[in-house]
């Protein structure tokens, strides 16, 4: 075998897993997501109703969010096991030689510098990785207890920090998504395909390229030897149980986190994507009796309004409150006045006077598969407003 055909081992059997499993769980949070924080896109509908509704959805980004906690709980124990029993270095640790490493880099980039900087086993590329999703972990697991946990939270916070969780939560999301795209995939898949996260091993020439630093202490033999295999048993005897009581308790946190509060999403049945009745109230409402007779409207608030069908007399209501936190002033469709929402959006008109057919606003809702949702007596006011001519 010549010297470059020479490997090195980087990753264990362990590793390797632990690292297909976490690609699992990011793309599933990523995918169920960001479909709800762009619930309107054309993608995320076709995404939603794909999986089997948006309660499906919900469902799957938080199997993924267990999954993921539990791998952290994970990994936190195999680098207790790696730094007290083995004895191994804290490699993924930053330092000063790392903005060395990365100001003799760019230097070397910019063809002002003629060798690379020799990087030891993490590279600052790698520590700044893996210090990104330790920050991306804490933070998405705190604004996900407390959306997860609305009650909980506003005891203790004041309840605008709800909503301020819910876009730190999506914001953080697209940043992660981003820096595996834009940064981590350049770095390891594209500027040169590095498979040892897949065959556990780099070859002589890789290593020289990435983590000459680390080759030059193992070549020397500098690299600290081995505890012996008494010392090994010694150290696991001390280890194993304090491992385990570590992870029983981190895992009672994570029952809790997912447990702490029955709300709706867990105390109500769940509603079938096709179901036409998604909320069906055990006495029936009498319907509005049509113009010119005075009729009682009744709207989501619970009040009523006298007087013909029209948007100022309980319909803009009604879709102010059901469409107006993703149809409001952020551009694109507007639902939020009667100007606005007979204006239409980027794509034309959603209201057609006299034709609820014709109208998208009707036919988009009715199948049950949109995010937003009308109860059935809701949706049969606005098509009979928009039958009468959709008036102010």
Known sequence: MSENQKTYTRFSLAERIEHIVLIASFTTLAVTGLVQKFAQSSISISIIAALGGIEITRIIHRAAAIVFLVQAIYHLVAIGYKLYVQRKEASMLPGFKDLQDAFQHFLYNLGLRKERP?????????????????WGLVLMALTGFMMWNPIATARILPGQAIPAAKVAHGAEAILAVLAIFIWHFYHVHLRTFNKSMFTGKLSRHEMEEEHALELE????GLLPPPPSPEELKRRKRIYYPVAAVLSLILLFFVYRFVTYEQTAITTIPPVSAQSENVFVPQTPTPLPTRPPTPTSIPTPAGQSFEGPLSWNNGIGQILVQRCGSCHGAMGGLALNSYETAMK???????????DSEASRLVTTVRDGNHPGKFEPQELELIIRWIQEGAQE
């Not at 239409?344 to 006299?354: H, L, N």
């Open 344 to 354: 239409g959006g980027r794509s034309g008109a959603v209201i057609v006077a006299g």
């Open 118 to 134: 020799k990087m030891d086993r993490y590279n600052f590329v790698e520590k700044a990785e893996y210090w990104a999703m330790v």
């Open 217 to 220: 202490k193992i070549e020397k």
